[in-house]
């Protein structure tokens, strides 16, 4: 079998691993920064239950009109270092992949590498780097 098609992107942010962390996994706070760049503010939702085994759902609206919806389940959670969760579009339940946000302290900044890797083709693969691209853009201007 080939191998399935992953990416791997990396940010230093200006903030510590906590609030980071944080970021990801408060509801409150993932809604100011998650969704691609063409996210429409304030139409991002978050549930979620960060726990290993429980789930979170997170919806948005883009620019175009579309509405997305994504979730899954915490496989990890190692708070203020790695958050491991599955990944799947509402649209396309049956093609689940997996993310890894692993954060590393340097001084009162966060080294922060997401792995998201089980794509079903290296399209999605494409289509999810741009999309975490500006999601993490996003992320990194909260911090700035």
Same mark, same amino acid.
């Given at each position: 079998?080939?191998?399935?098609?992953?990416?791997?992107?990396?940010?230093?942010?200006?903030?510590?691993?906590?609030?980071?962390?944080?970021?990801?996994?408060?509801?409150?706070?993932?809604?100011?920064?998650?969704?691609p760049a063409h996210t429409i503010d304030g139409s991002v939702?978050?549930?979620?239950?960060? !726990?290993?085994?429980? &789930?979170?759902?997170?919806?948005?609206?883009?620019?175009?009109?579309? *509405?997305?919806? %994504?979730?899954? =389940?915490?496989?990890?959670?190692?708070?203020?270092? !790695?958050?491991?969760? &599955?990944?799947?579009?509402?649209?396309?339940?049956?093609?689940?992949? *997996?993310?890894? %946000?692993?954060? =590393?302290?340097?001084?009162?900044?966060?080294?922060?590498?997401?792995t998201h890797e089980k794509f079903f083709d290296e399209a999605?693969?494409?289509?999810?780097?741009?999309?975490?691209?500006?999601?993490?853009?996003?992320?990194?201007?909260?911090?700035?």
């Open positions: 079998m080939l191998a399935q098609p992953s990416l791997t992107l990396a940010r230093r942010l200006k903030a510590t691993p906590d609030k980071v962390f944080a970021a990801w996994t408060d509801p409150e706070k993932i809604v100011h920064w998650f969704g939702d978050a549930q979620m239950d960060v !726990r290993v085994g429980g &789930s979170f759902r997170v919806r948005f609206k883009t620019d175009d009109g579309e *509405q997305h919806e %994504v979730g899954g =389940k915490y496989i990890e959670v190692l708070p203020n270092e !790695r958050l491991v969760f &599955s990944w799947a579009w509402h649209t396309t339940p049956e093609r689940q992949s *997996q993310v890894s %946000v692993i954060l =590393k302290p340097e001084g009162d900044m966060t080294f922060l590498t997401l999605a693969r494409d289509g999810h780097k741009r999309g975490w691209t500006g999601t993490l853009d996003k992320l990194e201007r909260m911090f700035a």
